[in-house]
């Protein structure tokens, strides 16, 4: 007889005994953090954890709309090698100017292909600069505010966190200009230096308007005037030389711009669109009744959405908020660029929490002056803030403990150790969350951090399965391989939506036009039979698109 196999111990015992071992050495590991001196140590764990939360499995999930219209023109833009008009499925694309096309563009030539990848990466570029940025100026000029929690609050806020983060969207990018644009208002305006704050802020606001359009304007328009009223300089400073010479010279290249651009497309149709992608948004396209209701919803629908960080609003429920903010110069500068510029999206209807990711430092900046000084909020407050966040981290280990009872658990890959793995590494970090009285709100972000790559083990994984632009993706490979020559088109008024429109593009590699005249006998034409039963053709294959139907492929009659 052969010799008998090792024995082996269960899997349950194996974790159990397993188990203490690791949390030590996890506990070790982050109390290691706390002997670096300054900030070193907390941003290092900061980039370590960062890397797998928003890096691991960044294209397991495809593109969503806003994401493939974006890199879409920018693909078109290169097969038509046209740079200055921008097409969606070779029709005239007016909605956005074009510079976040020209970076997926640099982004993607670098990658060597159009996809999740360079998009999303270009993203998380904006994202790391957005949160350096907030560091470094609240570093040079915030007291008793920490400069690596704003920048750690920032990148582990919710909405960003657990959506804008994973896709390759415009916002971050826009807001990080405009952040930057308040930051040098304070900056040049608190020492006087007016040449730098109408020149820096008037060239950022044209940048900002070549990402986003009109927008761009309105917070220029409010901003500027609000910092000059805020340094006592408004009636000396608004009709100076500098404003206007500073106003002249952003506008130069935006003028450059669309002085190319008008030798193909009419420019008063082309700002009628941005107008109305501005105006759609309001009252005048909603009505006064959803208005009214949408004003009294929207700091709660905020509040959610920027959960956890969003609770710390409970530090201004007394009664020397004014006389706190007041107490920092620079902390009343974020707290009015906050207050001023809020309502240009609280008192518009159709808005996304993407679009207020600009103001998320701005809000931390004062939240944590409340925290932090030592003439803050009421000793009270601070405990029952604390004690707040301490009950969400243990809620989130022990929901991660419970993992296994879940239904939808069973579709986790590798199950035992992802659980294990996860259960540790949340509970190494909700030790000192709950143990450490000083520094507990920069080991919540860490512990955020955690939650995302538990995230990106977990959950992700289901979402893969169940995503339709995940099924389109694939059905679009499928039909890649099975159909092959002849030019595509798109036939009239079918709608291919925003995700299949991009992944039929790459597979075909040309800029896929739409025809209202079926004429090329050798062409291939997605119809929606349902608009058009009386097409003359015959149906090759069909393709699934996000709305949840096929879109036919089909040969023309000869």
């Given amino acids: 007889m052969g010799a008998s196999p090792p024995l082996q111990a269960p899997k349950s015992l194996q974790i159990t ?81 074009p510079l976040f096309n020209w970076m997926i563009i640099a982004i993607s030539e670098v990658f060597g292909h159009y996809g999740e990848w360079p998009t999303r990466t270009l993203n998380l570029f904006f994202l790391g600069v957005f949160a350096v940025t907030s560091f470094g100026f609240v570093k040079k000029f915030a007291v008793h505010v920490s400069p690596v929690a704003v920048a750690l609050l920032l990148l582990t806020s919710g909405r960003i966190l657990f959506w804008d983060s994973m896709f390759g969207l415009i916002d971050i990018c826009f807001s990080w200009v405009v952040f ?49 009223a805020f340094f006592g300089a408004l009636r000396q400073q608004f009709f100076s030389r500098f404003h206007g010479i500073a106003l002249l010279v952003a506008l130069m290249p935006v003028a450059a711009y669309y002085t190319a651009y008008a030798s193909w497309v009419s420019l008063p149709k082309v700002f009628a669109v941005l107008t109305d992608q501005s105006l759609q948004r309001t009252a005048t396209h909603h009505g006064w009744e959803r208005t009214i209701v949408h004003i009294f919803t929207f700091p709660w629908e905020q509040l959610y959405h920027f959960l956890p960080w969003s609770l710390l609003g409970i530090l201004f429920l007394h009664r020397r908020t004014m006389q706190v903010l007041r107490s920092n110069r620079f902390v009343f500068f974020n707290a009015c660029m906050l207050a001023v510029n809020l309502p240009v999206y609280w008192f518009s209807v159709e808005v996304y929490p993407r679009y207020l990711l600009m103001f998320v430092p701005l809000f931390n900046v004062v939240a944590l002056y409340f925290l932090e000084a030592p003439s803050g909020a009421p000793d009270s407050l601070r405990k029952w803030t604390r004690w707040t966040f301490v009950t969400i981290t243990l809620a989130l280990t022990a929901a991660c403990f419970a993992m296994p009872l879940y239904p939808g658990s069973t579709d986790i890959p590798r199950l035992h150790a992802t659980w294990t793995g996860a259960s540790l590494l949340l509970a190494a970090f909700c030790i000192p969350v709950v143990h450490s009285a000083k520094n507990w709100i920069l080991y919540v972000a860490l512990f955020m951090l955690a ?52 992944y039929t593009t790459v597979a075909h590699g040309q800029i896929i036009k739409r025809q209202w005249i079926a004429n090329d006998p050798n062409g291939r034409y997605f119809v929606d039979l349902k608009r058009y039963p009386d097409f003359s053709g015959s149906v090759i294959d069909s393709l699934w698109v996000e709305s ?10 000869q």
């Fill in 17 to 97: 005994i397993f188990a203490p071992w690791a949390m030590n050495g996890l506990r070790n590991i982050i109390r290691q953090f706390a002997f670096l001196h300054g900030d070193a140590g907390w941003l290092l764990a900061a980039c370590l954890l960062s890397i797998p939360a928003f890096f691991l499995g960044l294209d397991r999930i495809a593109f969503i709309g806003d994401e493939g219209i974006r890199t879409l023109v920018a693909l078109e833009m290169k097969y038509s090698g046209n740079f200055i008009v921008p097409t969606l499925n070779g029709e005239y694309y007016y909605n956005k100017p």
């Fill in 180 to 228: 930057l644009n308040f930051m040098l208002l304070y900056r040049y305006g608190e020492r006087g230096l007016w040449s730098r704050f109408f020149g820096f802020s008037y060239a950022l606001c044209a940048v900002a308007f070549m990402l986003k359009g009109l927008p761009a304007l309105v917070f220029q328009a409010i901003s500027v005037p609000v910092a000059l």
């Fill in 451 to 502: 939650v995302r790559v538990v995230f990106n083990l977990t959950l992700q994984p289901a979402r893969e399965k169940t995503n339709d632009g995940n099924h389109v993706r694939t059905d679009v490979q499928r039909l890649k391989q099975a159909q092959h020559g002849g030019n595509w088109y798109i036939f009239g008024d079918t709608e291919l939506h925003q995700i299949a429109r991009f």
């Fill in 548 to 557: 949840r139907e096929y879109i036919h492929l089909m040969f023309i009659k």
